[in-house]
């Protein structure tokens, strides 16, 4: 149960607007959370409050992103339109997902937020694509596609429409 005053949702989306920004521009291993505070107008403790260290913050701001991206309006999006959502998303924040995939090997805790705020939804995005086959090889196809994605992504190699058309091919023999 939390104590104190409850957070102000203005100042917390200035502060993850803040760290999003700055970490777009500076990179993740030059932004403190000082630098945070200071762009959102906020107190540093605040940010020590709300959260249990900048990786945290970053992850968390970056889920903002993602959840606000655009999404197709379709009733059952297609594997393939959901396949090239999730690249567009990694390959626009590549460098912080590597930066937060790297830190999160050395941070527990934020190694379990990663895999539960982006990892698992994106996961459940291409399970719901893949409803019509049998539960074992829809987990296969998603299991492949993921880490397709994620290795590409921590290799900084493209996630680009050729790729999109390879993965897909892996999965159709499935």
């Known amino acids: 149960m939390r104590t104190g005053r409850p957070r102000d949702e203005r100042v917390r989306l ?8 700055l970490v777009l521009e500076k990179g993740y291993a030059a932004v403190t959370t000082a630098d945070v505070a200071a762009r959102a107008g906020a107190g540093k ?7 249990p260290g900048k990786g945290a913050l970053v992850l968390d701001a970056f889920s903002e ?4 991206a655009p999404r197709m309006s379709r009733h059952k999006p ?3 339109s959901t396949l090239v959502e999730f690249c567009r998303g990694a390959a626009e924040a590549a460098p912080v997902l590597r930066a937060l995939m790297a830190e999160a090997q050395f941070d527990e805790d934020l190694h379990r937020r ?14 719901a694509c893949l409803a019509d086959r049998r539960p074992a090889d829809r987990e296969l196809v998603v299991n492949v596609l993921s880490g397709l994605v994620w290795q590409r992504l ?10 999109v058309r390879f ?7 499935i």
């Open 45 to 51: 403790q605040t940010i020590y409050r709300w959260w």
């Open 65 to 68: 992103w993602v959840s606000q």
């Open 154 to 163: 921590m290799l900084n190699e493209p996630l680009d429409a050729r790729f």
């Open 114 to 127: 990663l895999i539960a705020q982006l990892v698992r939804p994106r996961g459940d995005e291409l399970r």
């Open 167 to 173: 993965a897909l091919r892996v999965v159709q023999r």
């Open 14 to 21: 200035a502060i993850l607007t803040a760290a999003q920004e």
């Open 78 to 80: 297609s594997l393939s």
